[in-house]
């Protein structure tokens, strides 16, 4: 059997299978010498964040819990490359790995999943809301400080059948994996209005060495600047805000034309409280809107903004 050419790395849920074999077709169609078949190879690695079940990873040591055995395994050279939910990622990369690439983003939106209910205020007083996301936790209570919200983990067809078997009343999962996955009809977007999203999702990132340069030039050919500048900009504010999965942080940048727009936002996580903003510019300055607009949020929020 032909070694293959390139090793992908990902977790082993049915999105992020999904979401590499997204990577693997485009390289295929991108790269002549991937188009063979055998030529990409998928290894499947266990992270952290996969094992911990019985409590939300804010309380097992936040972002990255999803990314660590992943960027392991590629720093040790068991594969090529690593893709990545871009929501899930640190806001700094090891020594040595470096994001080389990203798919076009999906929708960004949240989904509201409570069988007829369509709208956040319609859910009955007191409903109990299952999410493990603090950000989510925090504007749902900003929003209706009468419901319960319990944590809910696990992969998409789990945290949907929790809310089936009435486990709980409602449950928010990112439209973007729905999509992937072929599961659009089960619930309604939340406008970002009412929900902005977390920053980076939506949006698929492939990570390599840096001293790859074959990898790294075939990555190059799948590479969808226009997502990689948005999340340029929502990275900077959340590197500004030094953004954990124990910070109520959300950010989202659209580009219309030459025009980025990005909005971002802290809240308490009771909800008490929650601190918006915006900036609009060019592409060229994407990187520095993020860390003014962080730089505003943090100046706002002041010392202490994020404590229990």
């Known amino acids: 059997m032909t070694a293959p050419l390139l090793r992908l790395g990902t977790r082993g849920s049915p999105l992020a299978l999904t979401q590499t074999g997204l990577v693997r077709d485009a390289l295929a169609r991108a790269v002549p010498a991937l188009a063979a078949p055998g030529a990409i190879e998928i290894v499947t690695i266990r992270t952290t964040g996969d094992v911990i079940q019985d409590r939300p990873l804010s309380e097992a040591g936040g972002k990255g819990l999803f990314v660590k055995e992943i960027e392991e395994a590629l720093l040790r050279g068991r594969i090529d490359a690593a893709v990545h939910s871009m929501k899930d990622m640190p806001t700094a990369q090891p020594p040595g790995l470096a994001i080389s690439a990203f798919l076009p983003r999906e929708d960004a939106r949240d989904v509201l999943i409570a069988g007829d209910i369509a709208r956040i205020d319609a859910l009955p007083q007191g409903a109990i809301v299952g999410t493990s996301a603090l950000r989510r936790k925090a504007l749902l209570l900003h929003r209706r400080p009468d419901l319960r919200i319990v944590t809910l983990r696990g992969n998409v067809d789990t945290r949907l059948a929790k809310r089936a078997d009435g486990t709980v009343q409602a449950t928010i999962l990112a439209l973007a994996g729905l999509k992937r996955l072929g599961r659009t009809g089960v619930g309604t977007a939340i406008p970002e209005t009412e929900m902005l999203p977390a920053v980076g ?10 001293n790859d340069a074959q990898t790294r030039g075939w ?7 226009p997502t990689a500048v948005c999340v340029r900009a929502e990275h900077a504010m959340l590197v500004v805000l030094d953004g954990s999965c124990r910070t109520p942080i959300a950010g989202h940048a659209i580009l219309t034309g030459g025009e980025l727009h990005l909005r971002g936002l802290i809240a308490r996580p009771d909800g008490s409280e929650v601190i918006a903003t915006e900036r609009r510019g060019s592409i060229a300055e994407a990187a520095a809107l993020g860390r003014d607009a962080g730089e505003e949020l943090k100046r706002r929020g002041g010392p202490g903004f994020f404590a229990d």
């Open 201 to 210: 999702q939506g949006a698929v990132c492939i990570e390599a060495r840096e």
């Open 219 to 225: 990555l190059a050919a799948i590479d969808h600047d």
